[in-house]
């Protein structure tokens, strides 16, 4: 038996059939930095889920990553007894085209779309798909192709690629660990909490496991940082978290790993704790200050965060505009409250009634869907796709994208934001006796030029006058604890500047899209991740 996976085809921002030149298949550039033009940093990922089923489903399995439309028809004329397609909503039309493809050439193979995409009403007469998988698809594909669907969970080795950082050009690995996937906070508006069922599916049940995994993606890529993706609400297993901040402090290991964690869950531990588990960013749904939410109840957002930065744990943090508390007259006494907790990115999504949720089956029952707005234009950062009794679409958008602008030339480009919460952290490590602390601490020391030259580099590129006494500032805060740029660091940021002018310049001319690589992985019937 022989399945194939695939994500949806390329080119992705442009505005075309398939794709809009808004909808960017990056988080940064995407969500939380499109607007800091040569500042965002730019990062491309795999398709997780799909790497996860091959991995765990005993048969021959292909997953093909950003594929060109020609390039995805050439691996279906292989001959595949399955295709299984991921895809978010707004590759909507590009899925159907690919299901229509394996119609075509291949009509005995069964075709099964997975990812968010599955939750569009009528999806399977839609695309003429033969299963359409909501939830959790390891399980899924293993009982639809004979298999037990329970499972000894394997991880395969996945992770985002940095391409490009203030203009730069590079190919930096960040290995990815999935350790669970949703969250179980109930939230109306949220994708991943009810696609998953509502529930926070564990993956790795210990932090046993955790630290194993990154032991051998050490040992494999000499990596000591990680990205946890796809678990939505790392803290909400406090057990499991205390237990791998304990085989960080038995090992002394400098591991450091990004992931999400609701307010009410940080809260029961200490900044240092979480430190001291790896923890060095941290996604927070702040939401709104009109319509708390049951996981924000009683939670002092900006201690919480300077806390936090005190431990060198940079926050993301996300807001939602267009609520219907939401008015013209109090919307930016909502947006200002977010930066007033100045964390180190911001997401201002519009709200986003996604197929599957209370707050779509709500907004449908009440008429409120624009349902003459296409599924390409569904992604909440150009206009939203429902009516608002005060804002209309145009004006939904100048916000947003005021609300971005003011974050940037208030607070300063992310990075600069980042390099300082770091030095912060890495003052507070210094000062313990914590040994994952101070051997990260010791490795920012032998790295601290690369965070002063780049320092010095945003602040030359900063073309308004404002935004650099903003840079500015962040530097003079940063030197305070590392020291002044020196010389030798002043040169490395000319020669920087000069490579991110030069990519500003072309970006102004011709576009600033990167279209991600496409990568072709096999994991045979008997696949296990090699030390």
Not at 2 to 11: A, D, I, N, V
Not at 390 to 398: G, I, M, N, T, V
Not at 438 to 453: G, M, P, Q
Not at 460 to 486: C, F, H, K, S, T
């Amino acid at each position: 038996m022989r399945l194939l996976l695939s994500g949806p085809f390329k080119p992705f921002a442009v505005d075309d059939l398939y794709s809009r030149k808004e909808s960017i298949p990056e988080l940064f550039h995407n969500q939380l930095t499109h607007f800091q033009g040569i500042y965002s940093p730019r990062k491309h990922y795999p398709t997780y889920g799909l790497h996860l089923i091959a991995a765990n489903t005993p048969v021959d399995a292909t997953v093909l990553d950003w594929p060109t439309f020609p390039r995805f028809l050439r691996e279906l004329d292989r001959g595949y007894d399955y295709v299984g397609i991921g895809s978010i909503v707004p590759n909507f039309q590009k899925v159907k085209r690919m299901t229509e493809a394996v119609r075509r050439r291949s009509p005995q193979t069964k075709i099964v779309v997975g990812g968010f995409c599955a939750t569009i009403p009528n999806l399977a007469e839609l695309v003429g798909a033969d299963y359409v998988c909501v939830g959790e698809g390891i399980s899924f594909m293993r009982e639809l192709l004979g298999f037990p669907p329970e499972f000894d969970f394997v991880h395969p080795d996945v992770g985002d690629v940095s391409v490009q950082v203030l203009g730069i050009p590079m190919r930096s690995y960040l290995p990815s660990i999935v350790t669970s996937l949703g969250c179980n906070r109930g939230c109306d508006f949220c994708s991943p909490t009810h696609f998953f069922g509502r529930r926070h599916l564990t993956l790795m049940r210990t932090g046993r496991q955790i630290f194993d995994e990154m032991r051998r993606l050490e040992k494999k890529f000499g990596a000591t940082a990680f990205g946890l993706v796809g678990d939505d609400n790392f803290l909400a297993n406090p057990a499991r978290a205390r237990e791998l901040r304990d085989c960080l402090m038995a090992s002394g290991k400098p591991y450091a790993f990004g992931t999400c964690g609701s307010a009410d869950a940080i809260a029961k531990f200490e900044p240092r704790e979480l430190a001291e588990m790896g923890i060095d960013s941290i996604w927070i749904g702040r939401e709104s200050k009109f319509r708390p939410y049951h996981k924000n109840e009683g939670a002092d957002l900006k201690a919480l965060i300077a806390a936090l930065g005190e431990w060198g744990i940079r926050v993301i943090l996300s807001s939602i505009l267009l609520l219907d508390e939401h008015t013209p007259d109090n919307i930016w006494e909502d947006i200002d409250e977010h930066l007033g907790c100045r964390p180190t990115f911001s997401q201002f999504s519009h709200l986003s009634p996604a197929p599957g949720t209370p707050l779509w089956a709500q907004m449908e029952a009440d008429g409120r869907l624009l349902n003459s707005i296409p599924y390409e234009e569904c992604h909440a950062f150009k206009q939203p796709w429902f009516v608002h009794p005060r804002f209309s679409l145009l004006e939904a958008e100048r916000l947003q994208r005021d609300a971005y602008l003011r974050d940037f030339y208030t607070l300063g480009p992310s990075l600069a934001r980042l390099i300082v919460t770091t030095a912060r952290g890495m003052k507070s490590f210094a000062r313990t006796d914590s040994p994952p602390l101070l051997a990260r601490a010791r490795r920012f020391e032998r790295r601290k030029w690369f965070y002063k030259s780049a320092m010095y580099d945003m602040e030359l590129l900063a073309e308004d006058p404002g935004l650099r006494g903003v840079v500015r500032e962040l530097r003079e805060e940063m030197e305070a604890i590392v020291g002044p740029v020196n010389g030798f660091e002043k040169i490395v940021a000319a020669g920087a500047y000069t490579l991110g002018s030069a990519t500003r310049a072309y970006q102004r001319v011709f576009s600033d899209v990167l279209q991600p690589r496409t990568t072709v992985t096999h994991y045979p019937a008997d696949w296990k991740p090699r030390p």
